[in-house]
């Protein structure tokens, strides 16, 4: 969901602007007001030169490979509209640029940051059309079954195309039709100033919650090319994310029968933690739920468990994740994500290639592959009791 190659151009500007906890502010009873729903895919904020508002449109691919003790291949595409971080000094525009990170079949990791001279998305009913004009496109179908990237900027080292094909129905990430934000599930009490922002101006409309890729590329002229499953999102933020998110993990995956994804957050200004849990199994949605610190059933839970300590970072990174759903009716289906091989080892970002298994508890459980990362801009120290 946030994946961020290029975020040590801004790691220096987060360790020196910190900022302070906020005064509590009386939770919203009502859902905010925003402007008028654009198509699923389309664009629901602009970033311009006078508000720090961010937009990206984010995807995974990781190939079909059986498991074993080396990591598939796979890449991780992100079309970024504004400054995640803030903008660097000067700025005259908004900077529109595809992160692409991944690793090729035999371990080594590559990353590349593929300057736009602009980048417009346009609409008509659902189908929608990004071009970050010099780098690359992308293309959601009208029926939101396919997201298909292609690469084709004259001096891109990147050309070809990547496609996405859904197994599952596409979702907000909590359980509505009619908001993008996490703002149907607020809790109970009084939110910080940041819990605020977190649950009513972060959007998350996922249009490919899993499925089928198939990659053709070439990458600095050598062949890269897989087929196996694919992830496809996008998100918006009202500002630099370091000024409210302290953490947050992401994850999603197709393992045999079964679709999901997970999402654990906490601010900077509270010890509470928002979680969200789609599952799907034969393209059939199971729990598609948000909540802070939920109890009881119709909930999903994230626990790291090991330690791996990164040499380029310096930073102690979870080994995996444990990933358990409960359903309305009691049904219990968990999953365990493990770290085959850091993508990215940066500070406030990792991302790893890892393997799934899991399902339903007490069944045979399904083997696969997936991408997942750690996305920490308030720094946060972890430990394998944490």
Not at 131 to 155: E, P, Q
Not at 225 to 254: K, L, V
Not at 265 to 290: E, H, K, P, W
Request: with cysteine.
């Amino acid at each position: 969901m946030l994946a961020l190659a290029t975020l040590s151009f801004f790691c220096v500007s987060i360790l020196l602007n910190s900022p302070a906890a906020s005064k509590p502010l009386q939770a919203p009873r009502s859902i905010p007001l925003h402007p008028p729903r654009p198509a699923f895919d389309g664009q629901y904020v602009y970033p311009t030169v006078l508000n720090s508002e961010t937009e990206w449109w984010w995807s995974h691919a990781v190939a079909d490979d059986a498991i074993g003790a080396n990591p598939p291949a796979s890449i991780q595409v992100i079309f970024f509209m504004g400054y995640l971080f803030g903008p660097p000094i000067p700025v005259i525009s908004p900077q529109f640029y595809i992160s692409v990170t991944g690793n090729y079949a035999d371990g080594r990791t590559f990353s590349y940051t593929l300057p736009a001279l602009n980048g417009v998305v346009t609409s008509i009913g659902q189908e929608v059309d990004g071009l970050w004009l010099g780098a690359g496109k992308f293309k959601t179908s009208a029926d939101l079954s396919t997201y298909t990237i292609t690469f084709d900027g004259l001096l891109s080292p990147i050309k070809g195309t990547i496609k996405l094909t859904s197994n599952a129905p596409h979702h907000f990430g909590c359980n509505s039709t009619t908001s993008p934000y996490f703002d149907s599930d607020i809790p109970s009490g009084r939110l910080t100033e940041s819990e605020t922002k977190l649950y009513s101006q972060i959007g998350w409309p996922a249009t490919i919650p899993g499925g089928k890729a198939v990659v053709d590329l070439k990458i600095a002229g050598k062949s890269f090319q897989f087929e196996g499953t694919g992830y496809h999102d996008q998100n918006w933020m009202p500002e630099p994310i370091q000024n409210f998110i302290s953490t947050w993990y992401f994850g999603a995956a197709t393992v045999g029968p079964y679709t999901f994804s997970y999402l654990a957050v906490r601010t900077i200004d509270s010890d509470r933690t928002l979680t969200t849990g789609f599952l799907a199994r034969d393209g059939i949605v199971l729990q598609n739920q948000c909540g802070t610190d939920k109890q009881g059933n119709d909930r999903s839970s994230l626990t790291p468990f090991g330690v791996i300590h990164n040499p380029v970072s310096g930073v102690d990174v979870p080994q995996g994740y444990n990933i358990d759903y409960i359903l309305t009716n009691g049904e219990q289906y968990s999953f365990q994500l493990t770290e085959i091989a850091e993508v990215v080892d940066m500070n406030v970002y990792h991302q790893s290639v890892g393997s799934v298994k899991g399902g339903k508890v007490g069944e045979e459980p399904s083997e696969g592959h997936t991408v997942f990362e750690w996305l920490n801009p308030g720094l946060v120290t972890y430990t394998p009791s944490s």
